[in-house]
């Protein structure tokens, strides 16, 4: 019995440990490709099932930044499936573009802004950066037809 759990372990250890090496390969990759060079990165795999979004839905990555030191964190889901890490990676890197326009406008206008203004720049962020993220999936689909 003992023995079933610990392979049991060792078998989802082993496939945490595939997913965690095929994360850093895109990211290094796409890093590269979208010139984020200055950014610090630290990537991290962990379990986001328990941590629901504002409207619900589940974390698929969840990226931390501290913009004047260029310095991010990126958690990813140990749930995600292989076939999501590109997109996943994708969007959280253009992040790391469009988030520093945001951080700037709060921060100069910290006094002037009110929640819902922050809230809607958010979106706006959100919304950006998933369209730039599907255009960039669709490019890449086209690059392997050819
Ligand atoms: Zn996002």
Redesign the pocket.
């Known amino acids: 019995m003992e023995n079933k759990t610990t392979k049991k372990k060792s078998k989802k250890k082993e496939k945490e440990t595939r997913l965690f090496k095929r994360i850093i390969t895109e990211v290094k990759k796409w890093r590269e490709i979208l010139h984020l060079s200055e950014w610090r990165l630290e990537i991290k795999l962990d379990d986001l099932s328990n941590i629901d979004n504002d409207d619900g839905t589940k974390y698929l990555a969840i990226t931390q930044m501290i913009v004047p030191y260029r310095k991010a964190t990126i958690i990813f889901d140990v749930n995600i499936q292989p076939t999501e890490i590109e997109i996943i990676v994708i969007?959280?890197l253009i992040?790391l573009i469009i988030h520093p326009i945001v951080f700037e406008i709060n921060d100069s206008a910290a006094d002037r802004i009110t929640q819902a203004e922050k809230n809607h720049l958010g979106n706006l962020e959100?919304t950006a950066?998933?369209r730039i993220t599907s255009i960039i999936m669709s490019q890449e689909k086209g690059d392997d037809k050819r």
Do not use: C, L, T
Request: negative net charge; without cysteine.
């Open positions: 969007h959280e992040h959100e950066v998933s």
